[in-house]
């Protein structure tokens, strides 16, 4: 396969944040409507669990967690963001990724990841599926985009015992 999975360094940005200018363009991967500033990027990401995939030395995917709640009891859960860039889709750089994701955030005591997908990306929602995710409930009209609500689907997946 030629895919290597890395820890993120900062030389991996503008790879991210163009993989991630896909996803928002795509309008079905993210509510934000611009990429955020190397800055904002490291604030919003919890520092742990932070990764890229490679091929030929160039970023083609990229996974990291967000925390969930800033209170202590919730220190094991996380909200997951992945993305895989356009030319990468349908080679297995998304299970890859992901997988080495729950088993890297795992080691690092979390026991609990949460994401939240558009219900319309299906293909998201059969990866985290493949990977022991379930989804929990849709949210109706959670957010706006365009001018337009959109649902949201909770999935979660837990460590297992």
């Known amino acids: 396969m030629g895919i290597f999975i890395e820890n993120f360094n900062k030389n991996d940005y503008e790879d991210v944040v163009a993989i991630h200018l896909e996803g928002i363009l795509s309008r079905n991967a993210t509510f934000l409507t611009e990429p955020l500033t190397f800055s904002n990027w490291d604030a919003k990401y919890l520092k742990e669990c932070r990764f890229v995939a490679k091929k030929d030395d160039k970023v083609i995917g990229w996974a990291a967690l967000l925390p969930f ?3 202590p009891s919730y220190k094991g859960v996380a909200e997951v963001s992945i993305y895989i860039s356009k030319e990468a889709r349908g080679m297995g750089v998304g299970k890859a990724l992901f997988a080495h994701l729950i088993e890297e955030s795992e080691k ?5 990841l949460t994401s939240l997908v558009f219900p319309e990306n299906e293909t998201s929602i059969r990866l985290h599926h493949k990977l022991g995710f379930q989804t929990l409930c849709i949210h109706k009209n959670l957010g706006k985009m365009d001018g337009v609500f959109r649902d949201v689907a909770l999935l979660e997946r837990r460590k297992k015992s």
């Open 69 to 71: 709640s800033s209170m």
């Open 108 to 112: 690092a005591g979390f026991w609990t």
